[in-house]
């Protein structure tokens, strides 16, 4: 079994970037995130992302509103970053407390600056396949695969989870990479069956240790997107202890996607400071 380190390939793309970014200057190219309320994966999101983008010589603003900030003062915050021209990328965090309407405030979002490819604009362009932000998840998804040198093009590849975060988008991704592509959800009636099919399974429902052992087809490539807390640890959606033995490879978490997505980001911010 191979363990599908985050960091090898973080690192890697790192270093590309870094002589790019070198060139540009110190604190030049900057990223905002907007953080509303107190949700847990969000506030870890943005610790992480604040030393990432810092460590690596970026400008880092942080837009923190309270969980009882108004639909109109986060559209205000969004509206002023939109407007700064020093701020290259922004991410806005999800999710926001219930009573903020994010659809309408992610259509606000200035699609240039949409560096998680959160708005419709931005959707749009991913799905017909003409470029345009994609969500930076996703995109850690394939980079991990192709860092492995993993092939898509012939597989079997099973995503669990639709969201237009990571299961949508990582779906149309490895359908680009040529893989034959079955995306299954919380209505998929014989989910063992459908899992026990993939040559690479990309597991991101968000319910902890959910892809047991008997649902791995021996062999198969798994993609673990989840970040769920179980007993006070950080686990994935895979029961990583039981799959290890029986996959060929297997994304650890922490250690895995996640810390690949926030190079992602750092990606995104690029193309940004460039369009
Ligand atoms: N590693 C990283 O960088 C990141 C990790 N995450 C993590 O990824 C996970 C998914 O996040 P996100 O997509 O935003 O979550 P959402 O809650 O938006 O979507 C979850 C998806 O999983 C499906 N699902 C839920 N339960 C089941 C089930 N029992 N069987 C089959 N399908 C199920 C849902 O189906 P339906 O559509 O029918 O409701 C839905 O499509 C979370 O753990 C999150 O923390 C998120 C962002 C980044
Ligand atoms: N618009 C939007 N896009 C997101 O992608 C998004 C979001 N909102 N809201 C919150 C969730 C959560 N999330 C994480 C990403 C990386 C790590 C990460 O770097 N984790 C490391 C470190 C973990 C640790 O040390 O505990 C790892 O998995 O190895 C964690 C969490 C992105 N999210």
């Not at 870094?18 to 506030?43: F, R, Y």
């Not at 942080?62 to 922004?90: S, Y």
């Not at 806005?92 to 959160?118: Q, R």
């Amino acid at each position: 079994m191979i363990e599908l380190r985050g960091k090898a390939v973080a690192d890697a793309h790192k270093a590309i970037l870094q002589e790019k970014v070198a060139a540009v200057g110190d604190s030049v190219i900057t990223m905002a995130v907007l953080l509303v309320g107190e949700d847990h994966g969000a506030h870890m999101y943005a610790t992480f992302m604040e030393k990432t983008a810092k460590n690596f010589g970026y400008g880092f603003v942080l837009k923190e509103l309270p969980e009882t900030a108004t639909q109109d003062e986060v559209v205000t915050a969004l509206q002023e970053l939109n407007n700064d021209a020093a701020v290259h990328g922004i991410l806005p965090l999800m999710p926001m407390p219930k009573h903020i309407d994010t659809e309408a405030l992610i259509d606000m979002l200035d699609p240039k600056k949409d560096i998680d490819g959160l708005t419709t604009y931005n959707i749009g362009l991913v799905t017909a396949g003409k470029g345009g932000f994609a969500p930076c998840t996703a995109k850690a998804c394939m980079a991990i695969l192709n860092h492995y040198d993993i092939p898509v093009e012939g597989k079997h590849v099973v995503v669990i989870g639709r969201s237009q975060v990571i299961g949508k988008p990582v779906a149309l991704m490895t359908l680009g990479a040529h893989g034959t592509v079955t995306m299954c959800h919380s209505r998929t009636p014989d989910l063992a069956e459908q899992v026990k099919r993939g040559d690479i399974v990309i597991a991101a429902a968000g319910r902890a240790h959910m892809i047991t052992a008997d649902m791995i087809k021996p062999g198969a490539v798994v993609i673990d997107v989840g970040i769920n807390e179980l007993e006070g640890k950080t686990v994935g959606d895979v029961d990583y202890e039981a799959v290890k033995d029986i996959a060929s490879a297997i994304t650890p978490v922490p250690g895995g996607v996640g810390s690949v997505t926030t190079t992602m980001m750092l990606e995104a911010v690029y193309e940004a400071y460039h369009a």
